[in-house]
């Protein structure tokens, strides 16, 4: 990260949050494509800009890149044939979430300053190099749950939850309502 006071291109808004990479591993792509994709989901409409995929799902990063034109914005599902090389390629603190781990509370000082950050969650069986290669293991709470619900604190305490207003190049964006469903179309389909 560049410092001084020469206003270099590369340093970052002071209190900018961290632009977050989310790392799935252990997907078993045809047996659990509905946690997976609410694990994108989940993602993307709380503020991470990516999440790698391994093993790769072709057919999931095609649903996903179906979301993001309707709803906007440029999240995307990168199938990765080895995870490892995401770890080690990772431009700033690796988070691993794991109910072994460190408190969140006492970990999140460290993160929510870095530029870059990357979020790994496992599935059924977590590889056991990644406790090792992982900077921080971090818990959301000690007892066993959910990918989903780990991330979407982790993204809650480090970015906070976005406003209603849409993301750019969507097709559609809700209407915020106190009863019923309205949905505007700001976007004709092409
Ligand atoms: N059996 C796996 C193991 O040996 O760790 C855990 C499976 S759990 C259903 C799937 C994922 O949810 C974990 O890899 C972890 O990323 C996340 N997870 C579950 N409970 C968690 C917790 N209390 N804190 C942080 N992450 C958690």
Request: hydrophobic content about 45%; overall charge positive; proline content about 9%.
């Amino acid at each position: 990260m560049a410092t001084g006071s020469s206003g270099s291109r590369r340093k970052r808004p002071r209190n900018r949050p961290p632009r977050v990479s989310v790392l799935r591993v252990g997907h078993r792509a045809g047996r659990d494509p509905r946690l997976t994709t609410h694990l994108a989901l989940a993602a993307r409409a709380l503020g991470a800009e990516r999440m790698f995929l391994h093993p790769a799902d072709p057919d999931l990063s095609a649903r996903l890149a179906e979301v993001v034109a309707d709803w906007g914005g440029t999240f995307e599902v990168v199938g990765v044939p080895d995870w490892k090389s995401v770890v080690r390629a990772a431009p700033g603190p690796v988070v691993h979430l794991t109910m072994y781990g460190l408190p969140l509370d006492r970990v999140l000082p460290r993160i929510r300053g870095a530029s870059d950050l990357l979020v790994v969650v496992g599935g059924a069986k977590v590889p056991p190099d990644l406790y090792r290669l992982a900077d921080a293991n971090v818990a959301v709470s000690h007892q066993p749950h959910s990918e989903v619900a780990a991330l979407a604190v982790l993204l809650d305490r480090v970015l906070g939850v976005p406003g209603p207003g849409r993301l750019a190049g969507g097709r559609l964006a809700v209407v915020p309502r106190a009863r019923g469903k309205k949905v505007r179309e700001v976007r004709r389909s092409r």
